[in-house]
């Protein structure tokens, strides 16, 4: 919405799912992929988008291209969440639309804090189990960083994840298709570091 070197999410529109991952120096884990289905940033914390789609140009258009990323109620991903750290990057990805896919990369300028969303009675992210002394639920909050040189469709990541199960290319054990679909999901530096230099190639 964000691993080793990075572990990241991102998202795309309420309908979205994210990538993330920036080489970051000091992580160890890897990027993130992040979806917009389940969660999805907000303008502040007053304001929502209640389920309402929530893509790339949205973010860019918030002060500062900068939204907090709510709305996460799976507790692996919350995890995956929480173990974003500062300026690590993650790809923004378009979920739930006519062609899901990645469109850009945004960076997490603020790690894990308490998603207010979860005392919020007429919200729809609301957690009754959830208290303030001890909130289950944690947000992040991200900066847009750039449009992706070309789109990279869930169809071409699949078509390259299937090659490299047999082969055994960076795409082989990607999370997107050997986990649960969640909306944050972690990339290895190879898997993130083999996305985004297909951005430089033709359309598989």
Not at 45 to 73: H, M, Y
Not at 113 to 139: A, G, V
Request: proline residues 6%; hydrophobic residues 30%; positive net charge.
């Amino acid at each position: 919405m964000p691993g080793p070197r990075k572990r990241q999410a991102a998202t795309g529109r309420s309908d979205k799912k994210g990538l993330s991952g920036k080489r970051s120096k000091t992580s160890t884990s890897g990027e993130a992929l992040a979806k917009e289905e389940d969660s999805s940033p907000q303008k502040t914390s007053a304001s929502k988008n209640g389920g309402k789609n929530f893509g790339i140009e949205d973010l860019k258009a918030q002060p500062k291209q900068t939204a907090c990323w709510d709305g996460v109620r799976n507790y692996q991903a919350r995890n995956f969440l929480r173990a974003m750290k500062l300026e690590e990057e993650a790809f923004f990805y378009h979920s739930n639309c006519k062609e899901p896919g990645i469109v850009g990369l945004m960076k997490i300028v603020k790690e894990a804090y308490p998603d207010h969303t979860q005392f919020e009675k007429k919200s729809p992210h609301y957690d009754p189990s959830s208290k303030e002394d001890n909130p289950k639920w944690s947000m992040v909050d991200v900066q847009f960083v750039r449009m992706m040189k070309r789109f990279i469709s869930l169809a071409e990541l699949k078509t390259y994840h299937q090659a490299h199960k047999t082969t055994g290319g960076p795409l082989k054990n990607m999370a997107l298709f050997t986990r649960q679909r969640l909306s944050v999901q972690p990339l290895t530096q190879e898997e993130f570091d083999f996305i985004l230099s297909l951005e430089e190639k033709e359309p598989s």
